[in-house]
């Protein structure tokens, strides 16, 4: 297993080197990130090219043991490139944003991509046979855009090209946009507009701007692998993505790597909360290639470009990065070693403050890297396997950028309201695309499935039919892929497996309206931000309205179809427990039971193959828990067995062989 941090000569003397490299040895570490903001030094002149502080660099790591990925550094542009060619700069808002940060250059730009492609070929060249590298990052993530989609006049001769591609006819683009809508009819590719703004701009247009913005940045990426596996045929090629990020299609972005990393920086604000982003946020990442992943980045200490958060707890830095592996990271890197005393991220903290003194947070990561070197063969060849699956839709969650539907709507929330029941309910599960092969599993959640074209409908209806069990609900089924309403009643195909029709719906803003439970599905609860009207037609109610107007309409209910059963929730429920209670309908219905239900504020998560089952059991309070489970059970990290009961400390982790 890979266990290290992420590292940057260019910040300190060269003297320091030594100390640094045999300081992370000790701690034992056996990787390091370099490089993927350090264009300026490998290449200081255009076609200059110099390995010096690098080449010394990784010689002095190696030496000590720790092999290096390198990041293609095309995350900042050289001075010299904003200065010479200028249209490597993005333009906002008309204007060409001032060099001086990251992140800022034009995706299209032919001078860019040559100079991405060139740089990406030298160092690929220098370095293909260097025992010391291991792999590449691809730039540094991919979608933080500090100047914003780029706006210049490449970027719309790209627009303009895409779309070309996609329609092939300017009347198949007008027809799939619905150009006849306020006389916005293009009669030229050229009259196209960029709809910089999601507010007022054609709804269609907005959500293809978004789709030709993420194929811009795979495209960019593809261009750099293509070199990278062209020359450096025995390294690997991943990138570091951002969990959540919601700019670019991830799913097509992690096609081209051998494996997905990702940035996981869970600790933020004053006091510690049991937030389960970072459980879902790892499950995306595992389900972009249906594969492990790595952290390539993650929390080391307080973090902050102005103002800086709360600090680790003594054990959360562990409990953080073991989290990640109960999720499926085999690689494991802190951002960052050592505090910089310069620029911008001053107070983004690493393992070593500005004093480069190995303190409290050197030894927890030391600690965690003992426990990495522990479970490594354990780990080897297992995942996470789950009997659940939710279905992670970029569509959807930009169509709903683009119109919200109800004013409080976020789908990334909305999505996360039922992972992280599933969480508390103690369930492994897969976030995977609307067009993944579902018959492995036995629940499937679609919350939000706005955006839905037929033939995904035909095969959740199928699945339904053949025993699965669907959940889905409110503003599912709204569109077709171009962003059009469908012309039928909602929940649209859909229909034939939940047995229910939206007769109307609204937006409720502040307004809550009370429901009744049954004896199927007991309690009060509100309704609160959206309803449907909604009819049960052949489902059994199991939440009723109560209020005048909406009174006889459904808000919960499931159907039998086939084998199967079809769940539609048709509001938004304003008590989070409604949630613990729905979750544990439906694995009542789908038959899976997790191996332990855990107390408030621990998570279970289970890693299986090769004939071993590794349970693992994370505290995210700031207080011990103590819980049942079954007696005897080796826990890999202390060597003992369990009793009646297992005792975690603040943030305590065990893994259990079961
Ligand atoms: C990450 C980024 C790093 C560093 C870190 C702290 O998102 O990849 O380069 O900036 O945040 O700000």
Known sequence: MHVGCDYYPEHWPTETWEGTAKAMRRAGFNVVRLAEFAWTFLEPEEGVYDFALFDQAIGILGRHGLKVILGTPTAVMPAWMARTYPETLAVNQGQRVEWGVRKQNCATSPAYRRFSERITRAMAAHYARNPNVIGWQTDNEFGYAHAGPCQCGSCRQGWHDWLRRRYASL???????????????????????????????NPSACLDWQRYGSWLQVRFQAEQVRVLREVCPGHFITHNFMGYHDTLDYYELAKDLDFVSWDNYPVWGGKVEVNYGASGAA??????????????????????????????????????????VAHGADGLLWFRWRTCTVGREQYWHGLLGHDNKPGRRYREAAATAADCRKLAPLLADTTVKAKVAIIYDYDSLWATKIQKSFAQNSWIHHVGLHQAALQRAGVNLDMVRPDADLSGYRLVIAPQLHVLPDAIAQRLNAYVKAGGVLLTGFRTGVKDASNRCHVRTLPGLLAESLGVHADEYESLGDAGYALRGSAAFPGNYTADCYADWLTADSAEPLLMHTAWHMRGYAALTRNRHGKGWGYYLGANIKEPGFYDQLIAEVLRAAKVRPLITPPAGVEISVREGAGRKLVFIINHLEEPVTMPVPAGKLDALTGRRTGATLRLDRFGVAVLRW
């Not at 946009?177 to 910089?196: D, K, N, Q």
């Not at 972009?288 to 709360?310: C, D, H, S, V, Y």
């Open 171 to 201: 009347e198949a683009l007008n027809a799939a946009w619905g150009t006849h809508f306020w006389g916005l009819t293009y009669r030229a590719w050229a009259e196209i507009p960029i709809p910089v703004d999601f507010g007022t701009h």
């Open 283 to 324: 499950d995306l990442m595992r389900g972009l290639k249906r594969k492990n992943f790595w952290i390539m980045e993650t929390t080391a200490g307080p973090g902050g470009w102005g103002e800086f958060g709360r600090n680790v707890r003594p054990g959360e830095l562990r409990k953080v990065a073991l989290h990640q």
